[in-house]
Protein backbone atom coordinates (compact mmCIF):
# COMPACT_ATOMS: atom_id res chain seq x y z
CA UNK A 1 0.00 0.00 0.00
CA UNK A 2 1.32 3.47 -0.97
CA UNK A 3 1.98 5.40 2.13
CA UNK A 4 1.73 8.97 0.45
CA UNK A 5 -1.86 10.10 0.67
CA UNK A 6 -2.12 11.10 -2.80
CA UNK A 7 -1.18 8.04 -4.60
CA UNK A 8 -2.89 5.79 -2.32
CA UNK A 9 -6.16 7.38 -3.04
CA UNK A 10 -5.58 8.20 -6.72
CA UNK A 11 -5.52 3.92 -6.34
CA UNK A 12 -8.28 3.49 -4.57
CA UNK A 13 -10.35 5.84 -6.94
CA UNK A 14 -9.17 3.82 -9.89
CA UNK A 15 -9.89 0.62 -8.26
CA UNK A 16 -13.34 1.36 -7.25
CA UNK A 17 -14.15 2.16 -11.11
CA UNK A 18 -12.67 -0.62 -12.13
CA UNK A 19 -15.38 -2.86 -9.62
CA UNK A 20 -18.00 -0.59 -10.60
CA UNK A 21 -17.58 -1.09 -14.40
CA UNK A 22 -16.19 -3.98 -15.68
CA UNK A 23 -19.28 -5.93 -15.67
CA UNK A 24 -21.69 -5.43 -18.61
CA UNK A 25 -25.26 -7.05 -18.14
CA UNK A 26 -27.20 -9.16 -20.61
CA UNK A 27 -30.85 -10.65 -20.81
CA UNK A 28 -31.55 -12.19 -17.70
CA UNK A 29 -31.00 -15.38 -16.63
CA UNK A 30 -32.01 -18.00 -14.54
CA UNK A 31 -30.88 -16.67 -10.71
CA UNK A 32 -29.15 -18.53 -8.51
CA UNK A 33 -31.13 -20.05 -5.69
CA UNK A 34 -31.05 -18.13 -2.38
CA UNK A 35 -27.94 -19.14 -0.22
CA UNK A 36 -27.85 -21.18 3.14
CA UNK A 37 -25.77 -19.47 5.63
CA UNK A 38 -25.54 -22.37 8.09
CA UNK A 39 -24.90 -19.77 10.81
CA UNK A 40 -23.71 -20.87 14.31
CA UNK A 41 -25.98 -20.25 17.12
CA UNK A 42 -26.29 -16.61 18.42
CA UNK A 43 -24.83 -15.59 15.07
CA UNK A 44 -26.80 -12.65 13.29
CA UNK A 45 -26.63 -12.62 9.22
CA UNK A 46 -23.87 -10.39 7.66
CA UNK A 47 -24.08 -7.59 4.84
CA UNK A 48 -23.80 -8.48 1.87
CA UNK A 49 -24.12 -5.69 -0.65
CA UNK A 50 -26.90 -5.51 -2.99
CA UNK A 51 -25.23 -6.06 -6.34
CA UNK A 52 -23.61 -9.24 -5.05
CA UNK A 53 -26.24 -11.17 -3.28
CA UNK A 54 -24.66 -15.10 -2.01
CA UNK A 55 -25.50 -18.02 -4.03
CA UNK A 56 -23.73 -21.33 -3.69
CA UNK A 57 -22.48 -21.16 -7.31
CA UNK A 58 -20.92 -18.12 -6.27
CA UNK A 59 -19.36 -19.50 -3.41
CA UNK A 60 -18.07 -22.41 -4.83
CA UNK A 61 -16.56 -20.78 -7.27
CA UNK A 62 -15.27 -17.99 -5.40
CA UNK A 63 -13.70 -21.44 -3.01
CA UNK A 64 -12.20 -22.17 -6.44
CA UNK A 65 -10.47 -19.02 -7.31
CA UNK A 66 -9.09 -18.29 -4.08
CA UNK A 67 -6.84 -21.82 -3.92
CA UNK A 68 -6.17 -21.22 -7.60
CA UNK A 69 -2.10 -19.89 -8.43
CA UNK A 70 -3.43 -18.84 -11.92
CA UNK A 71 -4.11 -15.41 -9.86
CA UNK A 72 -0.80 -14.33 -9.13
CA UNK A 73 1.18 -13.10 -12.03
CA UNK A 74 3.97 -15.37 -11.47
CA UNK A 75 1.90 -18.60 -11.19
CA UNK A 76 3.50 -19.17 -7.91
CA UNK A 77 0.78 -18.31 -5.24
CA UNK A 78 -3.31 -18.19 -4.71
CA UNK A 79 -5.13 -15.92 -2.23
CA UNK A 80 -4.67 -19.25 -0.34
CA UNK A 81 -0.72 -19.46 -0.09
CA UNK A 82 -1.10 -16.08 2.50
CA UNK A 83 -4.29 -17.13 4.36
CA UNK A 84 -3.93 -21.11 5.13
CA UNK A 85 -7.51 -22.22 7.27
CA UNK A 86 -4.97 -24.42 9.27
CA UNK A 87 -3.77 -21.04 10.99
CA UNK A 88 -7.70 -19.28 10.50
CA UNK A 89 -6.65 -17.91 7.14
CA UNK A 90 -3.27 -16.37 8.30
CA UNK A 91 0.32 -17.63 7.29
CA UNK A 92 2.27 -17.89 10.40
CA UNK A 93 4.59 -14.98 9.51
CA UNK A 94 6.12 -12.19 10.85
CA UNK A 95 5.53 -10.75 7.92
CA UNK A 96 3.24 -11.45 4.62
CA UNK A 97 5.61 -12.60 1.72
CA UNK A 98 4.32 -11.72 -1.59
CA UNK A 99 4.48 -14.02 -4.83
CA UNK A 100 7.43 -11.76 -5.93
CA UNK A 101 8.93 -12.76 -2.70
CA UNK A 102 8.90 -9.21 -1.39
CA UNK A 103 8.67 -8.72 2.55
CA UNK A 104 5.55 -6.82 3.28
CA UNK A 105 5.41 -4.29 6.15
CA UNK A 106 2.67 -5.84 7.91
CA UNK A 107 1.38 -9.29 9.72
CA UNK A 108 -1.00 -10.88 7.25
CA UNK A 109 -4.56 -10.60 8.99
CA UNK A 110 -7.28 -13.95 9.39
CA UNK A 111 -10.42 -13.73 7.28
CA UNK A 112 -12.28 -15.84 9.87
CA UNK A 113 -15.41 -13.97 10.13
CA UNK A 114 -14.05 -11.70 8.05
CA UNK A 115 -18.20 -11.32 6.65
CA UNK A 116 -18.93 -9.15 9.90
CA UNK A 117 -15.32 -6.38 9.53
CA UNK A 118 -16.35 -3.16 8.58
CA UNK A 119 -12.65 -2.35 7.45
CA UNK A 120 -11.08 -4.62 5.74
CA UNK A 121 -6.83 -3.55 6.30
CA UNK A 122 -4.91 -2.87 9.24
CA UNK A 123 -5.12 0.83 8.54
CA UNK A 124 -7.12 1.61 5.85
CA UNK A 125 -10.50 3.42 6.60
CA UNK A 126 -11.24 3.81 2.73
CA UNK A 127 -11.51 -0.01 2.06
CA UNK A 128 -14.79 -1.14 3.28
CA UNK A 129 -16.19 -3.73 1.45
CA UNK A 130 -14.24 -7.16 0.08
CA UNK A 131 -15.08 -6.22 -3.30
CA UNK A 132 -12.75 -3.07 -2.98
CA UNK A 133 -10.34 -4.18 -0.84
CA UNK A 134 -9.53 -7.74 -3.18
CA UNK A 135 -8.27 -5.23 -5.54
CA UNK A 136 -5.44 -4.27 -3.69
CA UNK A 137 -3.81 -7.88 -3.55
CA UNK A 138 -4.01 -8.12 -7.14
CA UNK A 139 -2.95 -5.13 -8.44
CA UNK A 140 -1.25 -3.47 -5.75
CA UNK A 141 2.38 -1.94 -6.24
CA UNK A 142 3.35 -1.33 -2.59
CA UNK A 143 3.89 -3.96 -1.41
CA UNK A 144 3.68 -6.56 -4.71
CA UNK A 145 1.12 -9.27 -3.79
CA UNK A 146 -0.28 -11.40 -6.53
CA UNK A 147 1.69 -9.12 -9.23
CA UNK A 148 -0.88 -7.96 -11.76
CA UNK A 149 -0.66 -4.21 -11.00
CA UNK A 150 -1.21 -2.86 -15.10
CA UNK A 151 -1.80 -6.51 -16.43
CA UNK A 152 -5.16 -6.77 -15.82
CA UNK A 153 -5.96 -8.16 -19.22
CA UNK A 154 -3.55 -10.90 -18.96
CA UNK A 155 -5.22 -11.88 -15.56
CA UNK A 156 -8.79 -12.17 -17.33
CA UNK A 157 -7.24 -13.87 -20.81
CA UNK A 158 -5.47 -16.48 -18.70
CA UNK A 159 -9.03 -16.93 -16.70
CA UNK A 160 -11.29 -16.94 -20.29
CA UNK A 161 -9.27 -19.39 -21.55
CA UNK A 162 -10.42 -22.16 -19.41
CA UNK A 163 -13.69 -23.25 -20.91
CA UNK A 164 -14.89 -25.51 -17.50
CA UNK A 165 -14.02 -22.23 -15.61
CA UNK A 166 -15.89 -20.03 -18.06
CA UNK A 167 -19.55 -22.36 -17.27
CA UNK A 168 -18.59 -21.63 -13.86
CA UNK A 169 -18.61 -17.99 -13.64
CA UNK A 170 -21.59 -18.25 -16.53
CA UNK A 171 -23.73 -20.70 -13.69
CA UNK A 172 -22.58 -18.26 -10.91
CA UNK A 173 -23.52 -14.68 -12.99
CA UNK A 174 -26.25 -15.38 -15.27
CA UNK A 175 -27.31 -12.52 -17.59
CA UNK A 176 -23.87 -11.63 -17.88
CA UNK A 177 -22.59 -10.37 -21.35
CA UNK A 178 -19.25 -11.05 -20.12
CA UNK A 179 -19.23 -13.35 -17.61
CA UNK A 180 -15.52 -13.81 -16.81
CA UNK A 181 -14.66 -9.96 -15.92
CA UNK A 182 -12.88 -8.16 -13.03
CA UNK A 183 -16.40 -7.37 -11.72
CA UNK A 184 -17.27 -10.90 -11.72
CA UNK A 185 -13.77 -12.52 -10.42
CA UNK A 186 -13.92 -9.60 -7.42
CA UNK A 187 -17.58 -10.62 -6.20
CA UNK A 188 -16.96 -14.29 -6.53
CA UNK A 189 -13.57 -14.18 -4.48
CA UNK A 190 -15.90 -11.95 -1.91
CA UNK A 191 -18.44 -13.99 -1.92
CA UNK A 192 -16.24 -16.94 -0.30
CA UNK A 193 -14.50 -14.91 2.09
CA UNK A 194 -17.96 -14.21 3.13
CA UNK A 195 -18.69 -17.53 3.70
CA UNK A 196 -15.91 -18.18 6.18
CA UNK A 197 -17.72 -17.98 9.32
CA UNK A 198 -16.33 -19.74 12.63
CA UNK A 199 -18.79 -19.68 15.90
CA UNK A 200 -18.06 -23.37 17.57
CA UNK A 201 -15.59 -22.93 19.46
CA UNK A 202 -15.60 -24.55 23.20
CA UNK A 203 -16.52 -20.80 24.40
CA UNK A 204 -19.71 -20.83 22.08
CA UNK A 205 -20.81 -24.22 22.95
CA UNK A 206 -20.53 -22.54 26.19
CA UNK A 207 -22.41 -19.82 25.67
CA UNK A 208 -24.79 -20.90 23.54
CA UNK A 209 -25.01 -24.78 23.29
CA UNK A 210 -25.81 -24.78 27.26
CA UNK A 211 -22.35 -27.01 27.63
CA UNK A 212 -21.30 -26.10 30.99
CA UNK A 213 -18.47 -28.36 30.53
CA UNK A 214 -16.82 -26.92 27.44
CA UNK A 215 -14.89 -24.32 29.46
CA UNK A 216 -12.59 -25.42 31.98
CA UNK A 217 -12.52 -23.60 35.16
CA UNK A 218 -9.27 -21.71 34.13
CA UNK A 219 -10.60 -20.79 31.02
CA UNK A 220 -14.01 -19.36 33.32
CA UNK A 221 -11.78 -17.68 35.49
CA UNK A 222 -10.03 -16.46 32.12
CA UNK A 223 -13.37 -15.26 30.97
CA UNK A 224 -14.55 -12.90 33.65
CA UNK A 225 -10.96 -11.47 33.84
CA UNK A 226 -11.11 -10.45 30.22
CA UNK A 227 -14.52 -9.06 30.62
CA UNK A 228 -13.66 -7.34 34.14
CA UNK A 229 -12.89 -3.35 34.47
CA UNK A 230 -9.38 -4.06 35.15
CA UNK A 231 -8.12 -5.38 32.15
CA UNK A 232 -11.29 -3.84 29.71
CA UNK A 233 -10.18 -5.98 26.81
CA UNK A 234 -13.94 -5.90 25.63
CA UNK A 235 -14.21 -2.09 24.56
CA UNK A 236 -12.07 -3.26 21.43
CA UNK A 237 -12.62 -7.37 21.23
CA UNK A 238 -16.24 -7.05 21.59
CA UNK A 239 -19.42 -9.09 20.82
CA UNK A 240 -19.85 -12.13 18.98
CA UNK A 241 -16.95 -11.31 16.98
CA UNK A 242 -14.75 -9.79 20.25
CA UNK A 243 -13.78 -7.12 17.73
CA UNK A 244 -15.43 -3.42 17.37
CA UNK A 245 -15.28 -3.20 13.88
CA UNK A 246 -18.22 -5.42 13.73
CA UNK A 247 -21.36 -4.95 11.62
CA UNK A 248 -24.45 -7.38 10.10
CA UNK A 249 -27.56 -7.08 8.94
CA UNK A 250 -29.45 -5.07 11.79
CA UNK A 251 -26.52 -2.96 12.46
CA UNK A 252 -28.04 0.64 12.20
CA UNK A 253 -24.90 2.38 11.12
CA UNK A 254 -21.15 0.41 10.80
CA UNK A 255 -18.36 2.43 13.21
CA UNK A 256 -14.62 2.15 12.14
CA UNK A 257 -12.62 2.09 14.79
CA UNK A 258 -8.88 2.35 15.16
CA UNK A 259 -6.32 2.52 17.79
CA UNK A 260 -3.31 3.45 19.19
CA UNK A 261 -1.86 0.48 21.72
CA UNK A 262 0.91 2.32 23.11
CA UNK A 263 3.42 -0.17 21.13
CA UNK A 264 5.56 2.98 20.04
CA UNK A 265 6.26 5.92 20.98
CA UNK A 266 9.66 6.75 19.18
CA UNK A 267 9.90 10.44 20.41
CA UNK A 268 8.02 10.64 23.43
CA UNK A 269 5.06 12.56 21.90
CA UNK A 270 3.35 9.22 20.17
CA UNK A 271 5.47 8.66 16.97
CA UNK A 272 5.14 5.13 15.75
CA UNK A 273 8.17 4.47 13.54
CA UNK A 274 8.47 6.12 9.98
CA UNK A 275 7.82 2.99 7.65
CA UNK A 276 4.26 2.02 9.41
CA UNK A 277 3.16 4.76 11.16
CA UNK A 278 -0.98 3.99 10.75
CA UNK A 279 -3.99 5.56 9.12
CA UNK A 280 -2.31 9.14 9.88
CA UNK A 281 -0.29 7.86 6.47
CA UNK A 282 -4.02 8.22 4.37
CA UNK A 283 -5.71 11.05 7.03
CA UNK A 284 -2.71 13.27 7.96
CA UNK A 285 -3.98 13.87 10.96
CA UNK A 286 -1.82 14.08 13.81
CA UNK A 287 -4.17 12.18 16.26
CA UNK A 288 -4.25 9.24 13.80
CA UNK A 289 -0.58 7.87 14.50
CA UNK A 290 -0.22 4.37 15.15
CA UNK A 291 -4.04 3.63 15.15
CA UNK A 292 -4.63 0.58 13.50
CA UNK A 293 -7.75 -2.02 13.18
CA UNK A 294 -8.61 -4.45 16.35
CA UNK A 295 -8.63 -7.68 15.08
CA UNK A 296 -10.86 -10.36 15.83
CA UNK A 297 -9.66 -12.26 18.57
CA UNK A 298 -11.73 -15.61 17.25
CA UNK A 299 -8.80 -18.58 16.54
CA UNK A 300 -6.20 -15.90 18.14
CA UNK A 301 -4.17 -19.24 19.24
CA UNK A 302 -3.05 -20.21 16.39
CA UNK A 303 -3.05 -16.74 14.06
CA UNK A 304 0.49 -15.44 15.92
CA UNK A 305 2.39 -13.66 16.02
CA UNK A 306 0.66 -10.29 16.70
CA UNK A 307 0.16 -6.85 16.28
CA UNK A 308 0.30 -5.09 13.26
CA UNK A 309 3.93 -5.46 12.59
CA UNK A 310 4.14 -8.97 14.05
CA UNK A 311 6.34 -8.23 16.65
CA UNK A 312 4.67 -9.87 19.72
CA UNK A 313 5.54 -13.93 18.96
CA UNK A 314 3.08 -15.16 22.07
CA UNK A 315 -0.36 -14.27 23.58
CA UNK A 316 2.14 -14.10 27.14
CA UNK A 317 4.08 -11.37 25.50
CA UNK A 318 0.82 -9.74 23.99
CA UNK A 319 -0.45 -9.46 27.46
CA UNK A 320 2.76 -8.37 29.62
CA UNK A 321 2.20 -5.09 26.57
CA UNK A 322 -1.00 -4.47 28.12
CA UNK A 323 -0.36 -5.13 31.43
CA UNK A 324 2.40 -2.62 31.49
CA UNK A 325 0.13 -0.38 30.00
CA UNK A 326 1.34 -0.14 26.41
CA UNK A 327 5.38 -1.82 25.66
CA UNK A 328 6.47 1.68 24.66
CA UNK A 329 5.11 2.97 28.44
CA UNK A 330 7.15 0.51 29.93
CA UNK A 331 10.50 1.35 27.73
CA UNK A 332 9.99 4.58 28.63
CA UNK A 333 10.41 5.07 32.66
CA UNK A 334 6.42 4.68 32.72
CA UNK A 335 5.84 7.53 30.64
CA UNK A 336 2.55 6.63 28.60
CA UNK A 337 2.44 8.00 24.87
CA UNK A 338 -0.02 11.07 24.82
CA UNK A 339 -1.67 9.31 21.93
CA UNK A 340 -2.49 5.95 23.40
CA UNK A 341 -5.70 5.18 23.81
CA UNK A 342 -7.58 5.42 27.15
CA UNK A 343 -8.34 1.66 27.83
CA UNK A 344 -4.56 0.88 27.58
CA UNK A 345 -3.64 1.97 31.14
CA UNK A 346 -1.47 -1.09 32.56
CA UNK A 347 -2.67 -3.16 34.90
CA UNK A 348 -1.91 -6.64 37.47
CA UNK A 349 -2.37 -9.91 37.02
CA UNK A 350 -0.52 -12.72 38.70
CA UNK A 351 1.13 -15.70 37.07
CA UNK A 352 -2.03 -17.96 37.70
CA UNK A 353 -4.79 -15.23 36.66
CA UNK A 354 -2.29 -14.64 33.16
CA UNK A 355 -2.96 -18.69 32.62
CA UNK A 356 -6.48 -18.06 32.99
CA UNK A 357 -6.82 -15.52 30.39
CA UNK A 358 -4.75 -17.38 28.21
CA UNK A 359 -6.50 -20.54 28.38
CA UNK A 360 -9.74 -18.44 28.17
CA UNK A 361 -8.57 -16.99 24.36
CA UNK A 362 -7.33 -20.42 23.73
CA UNK A 363 -11.30 -21.52 24.25
CA UNK A 364 -11.94 -19.47 21.30
CA UNK A 365 -10.16 -21.50 18.72
CA UNK A 366 -12.60 -23.38 16.65
CA UNK A 367 -11.13 -26.84 15.39
CA UNK A 368 -14.21 -27.48 13.58
CA UNK A 369 -13.67 -24.53 11.68
CA UNK A 370 -10.07 -25.36 10.89
CA UNK A 371 -10.79 -28.53 9.38
CA UNK A 372 -13.87 -27.62 7.65
CA UNK A 373 -14.01 -28.91 4.35
CA UNK A 374 -16.56 -26.22 3.56
CA UNK A 375 -13.52 -23.60 3.17
CA UNK A 376 -10.61 -26.35 1.85
CA UNK A 377 -8.62 -26.28 -1.42
CA UNK A 378 -11.33 -28.22 -3.61
CA UNK A 379 -8.40 -29.58 -5.36
CA UNK A 380 -7.93 -31.62 -2.20
CA UNK A 381 -10.81 -32.12 -0.50
CA UNK A 382 -13.57 -31.53 -3.05
Known sequence: MARRQGKTWRFLATAALLTVGCSDSGPPGEEPAPYDWKLPAGFPVPRVPEDNPMSEAKVQL????????????????????????????????????????????????????????????????????????????????????????????????????DPDLVGRFQEAFPGEATPVSLATLTRALSAFQRSIISGTSPYDRYLYGNDVAALSPAAKRGLQLFLSERMECDHCHSGFNFQDATAHEATPEPILPFHNTGLYNEDGQGAYPAGDTGVIELTGRPADMGRFRAPSLRNVAVTGP?????????????????????????ANGGQASPLQSAFVRGFELTPDEKADVIAFLESLTDTAFLNDPRFADPATVP
Do not use: I
Open 306 to 330: YMHDGSMETLSEVLDHYAAGGRARA
Open 62 to 161: GRSLFYDKRLSFNGTQSCGTCHEQARAFTDGRVHAVGSTGQTHRRNGQGLANVAYSTSLTWANPALTTLESQVLTPLFGKEPVELGFADKQEVLLERLRA
